[in-house]
C-alpha cells in the first residue's frame, strides 16, 4: 500500500464515522454578515463577541505599528521577538485582569498547553473538569502530573475526586471559565472554596469569558469576586485579534517565562496585534454598553427559543447551544438554516454525547435585531417542518 493509499483509507473511515471535516471560505472580513463559500450569510457561530475584530480604530492603531514595526517579531520573546508593546501589553493584561502580572503567548492553546505542561511535576495531580476544552486535555496529557477527570461543574463529584487524591504532592483544579460547547459557567466561587478546604491550586482558562463576563469584562473571576492562582485567556475571542495570555503572581509568570516550552521555543506575536490587543482591552474596559447590549441579544435568543419549544442549554453566555437529539437531524438542521442565509453549525458526537447533537449558536453585540429575527424566524420554521416543535 502506498503512502498515500494508506492515507486515503483513514479518510474513508473518518467519512464513515460522519466525522469528516472541510473549510469554508470566507471573502469578507469578520463581521455579522459575511460572504461564506460564494454565498451570503448571516454568521452566528463567529468569536468576536464584542465585533472588535473588525473595529476601524484597532486597525488603525495596527497599521500604525505595522509601519514602525513591522509584520513578523523575528524571534522568540527571550531572543530578539520582544518589543516595548509586548511588555506593554502584558501589564496592561495585568492591570485588566487585577493581577500583579502577565505573559503573552502565541495563543491560547500553546498557553494551556505551556502552564499545563510546566507547573505540575510528577507526584501532582490535575482535577479536569469533564468537558474542558481540547487544549486543557492536550495539556494534561503533557504533563508529568497524573489526570482525574470531574463530572461536568458538578461540585458532589469534584468534591469526591479531592477526597480520593490526598496522597499527591499538589493538586490542581483547572477548569475552562464558559464551556465552549455547551455554555456553561464554572461556578468559580464554589470550585475556590473547594479548593480553600482541600488545600489545592485554581486554573481557570477564560478563553470565553474574557471580555464578555463581570462588570469590566474582566471574566469569571470578576463574576464572582474570586481570585484565582492562574488565570489564562486568549486575545483571539472577544478581545477580536490573536494570542493567548497567562496572568497571576509575579513569581509565577517569572516561573513560566523560564519553564513554559511553548513561552521558550515560539516566536513572539506581531508588535502590530500587541498594540491592536492593547487598544481592544482599553475599549472592553468601557465597554459596559456593549456587553449589556450582549447580554440583551442573548437573553432574546434564549427565551424566545425556549418558547417555541427548542431544548436550550448553557446560562447566559454568548455560547447557545440549541439540542436537535440525533447527528443527521442536527446536519439536516443547519443545512436548512443555511438555506435560510444562516450559518450556524451541528456539533455532533464524539464532541457532544450521543442524542445531544446540537446546533451551537454564538451572538455578537455587533448583530442587528433584524438578523435576530431572521434567525429567530428560521428556527421556527424549520423546527415545524422538522416535526420538533408545534
Ligand atoms: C478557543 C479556546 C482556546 C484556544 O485559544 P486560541 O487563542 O484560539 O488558541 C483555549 N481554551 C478555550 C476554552 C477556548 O475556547
Not at 246 to 251: N, W
Not at 371 to 388: A, C, D, W
Request: aromatic share 6%; proline share 4%; net charge positive.
Amino acid at each position: 500500500m502506498s503512502f498515500d493509499q494508506w492515507l486515503t483509507q483513514r479518510i474513508e473511515k473518518t467519512k464513515q464515522a460522519g466525522l469528516y471535516r472541510r473549510l469554508r471560505t470566507m471573502s469578507t472580513a469578520p463581521q455579522p454578515q459575511m460572504v461564506v463559500n460564494g454565498t451570503k450569510q448571516i454568521v452566528f457561530s463567529s468569536n468576536n463577541y464584542l465585533g472588535l475584530a473588525n473595529d476601524p480604530i484597532l486597525i488603525e492603531k495596527a497599521l500604525e505599528t505595522l509601519n514602525e514595526f513591522g509584520l513578523g517579531s523575528s524571534g522568540s520573546r527571550l531572543t530578539t521577538g520582544n518589543t516595548e508593546w509586548h511588555e506593554k501589553l502584558e501589564q496592561r493584561i495585568a492591570n485588566f485582569k487585577k493581577m500583579e502580572a502577565a505573559l503573552l503567548f502565541s495563543s491560547g492553546y500553546l498557553a494551556n498547553m505551556g502552564v499545563l505542561s510546566s507547573l505540575p511535576v510528577k507526584g501532582d495531580v490535575l482535577l479536569s473538569d469533564q468537558l474542558n476544552h481540547a487544549s486543557i486535555i492536550d495539556g494534561c496529557r503533557l504533563s508529568k502530573a497524573e489526570t482525574v477527570i470531574y463530572q461536568h461543574a458538578d461540585m458532589n463529584s469534584l468534591a469526591q475526586k479531592l477526597r480520593e487524591t490526598q496522597k499527591y504532592n499538589r493538586r490542581f483544579i483547572v477548569t475552562d471559565g464558559v464551556f465552549s460547547m455547551d455554555g456553561t459557567i464554572a461556578p468559580l466561587d464554589k470550585i475556590m472554596k473547594l479548593a480553600k478546604r482541600y488545600d489545592a491550586y485554581v486554573i481557570v482558562d477564560d478563553a470565553h469569558a474574557t471580555g464578555v463576563l463581570g462588570e469590566g469584562g474582566r471574566g469569571t473571576s470578576e463574576l464572582f469576586g474570586v481570585s484565582p492562582d492562574v488565570v489564562i485567556g486568549t486575545l483571539s475571542k472577544a478581545v477580536g485579534i490573536e494570542g493567548g495570555f497567562v496572568s497571576g503572581s509575579s513569581v509565577l509568570i517569572d516561573f513560566l517565562l523560564n519553564h513554559a516550552r511553548t513561552f521558550i521555543f515560539q516566536t513572539a506575536v506581531p508588535p502590530a496585534s500587541c498594540a491592536a490587543a492593547y487598544a481592544a482591552i482599553d475599549m472592553i474596559e468601557k465597554g459596559k454598553d456593549k456587553r449589556e447590549n450582549l447580554l440583551r441579544k442573548i437573553k432574546i435568543i434564549k427565551n424566545t427559543l425556549e418558547a417555541m419549544g427548542f431544548k436550550v442549554y448553557g446560562q447566559d453566555t454568548p455560547i447557545i447551544p440549541v439540542i436537535i437529539g440525533d447527528a443527521e437531524t442536527s446536519v439536516q438542521f443547519s443545512k436548512k438554516l443555511q438555506e435560510n442565509g444562516i450559518y450556524a453549525p451541528a456539533i455532533r458526537p464524539p464532541t457532544v454525547p450521543n442524542g445531544e447533537s446540537r446546533i451551537r449558536l454564538t451572538v455578537t453585540a455587533a448583530h442587528n435585531d433584524t438578523q435576530i429575527e431572521h434567525l429567530l424566524t428560521s428556527f421556527k420554521g424549520i423546527g415545524r417542518e422538522l416535526k420538533m416543535i408545534t
